[in-house]
């Protein structure tokens, strides 16, 4: 059974991954970076960093690096929102971080949410999401008994 967050995630990672931009953490990086934009190591009025993670690009893409994470922000929000009981596209967003930030072992949610960027206010006021993650956290416990 395919699980469509995963599908999403994979699509929009692979949107970011063809984004013309370079990371760099050390200067040899940095300088190997600008030369792949034709830019010397000098040219930083010409770039952007992102924030936290050691990525730049160029000035004159912020637009559209705005735009595709605005466009994944929405698709992500209308795919929630579309998902009326929870048991489809909530429930495999949930059951595939769950899993990724390994609930069975843990047996905690905070990881999920903060990756998601949810608050348990946001789930207490919402019976659709509060739906997906009690059937994601039993299929979670489940799989342990079937593996």
């Not at 489809?88 to 072992?105: P, Q």
């Not at 949410?113 to 348990?120: G, I, P, R, V």
């Not at 489940?142 to 593996?147: A, D, N």
Request: charged letters at 30%.
């Amino acid at each position: 059974m395919e699980n469509a967050y995963q599908i999403m995630k994979d699509k929009h990672r692979k949107e970011f991954i063809d984004f013309p931009c370079f990371f760099a953490y050390s200067h040899e990086q940095f300088v190997e970076g600008m030369a792949k934009f034709c830019l010397l190591p000098d040219d930083t009025d010409k770039i952007f960093k992102m924030r936290d993670t050691g990525g730049f690009y160029l000035r004159t893409d912020a637009m559209r690096l705005f735009e595709m994470i605005s466009r994944h922000d929405k698709e992500m929000q209308d795919a929630i929102y579309a998902d009326i009981t929870g048991e489809g596209f909530i429930f495999d967003m949930f059951s595939y971080v769950l899993s990724s930030h390994e609930f069975t072992i843990t047996g905690d949610v905070e990881y999920t949410f903060d990756s998601l960027d949810l608050t348990w206010i946001d789930i207490e006021m919402n019976d659709r999401l509060r739906h997906g993650l009690e059937l994601a956290k039993k299929y979670q416990y489940e799989q342990i008994v079937v593996t």
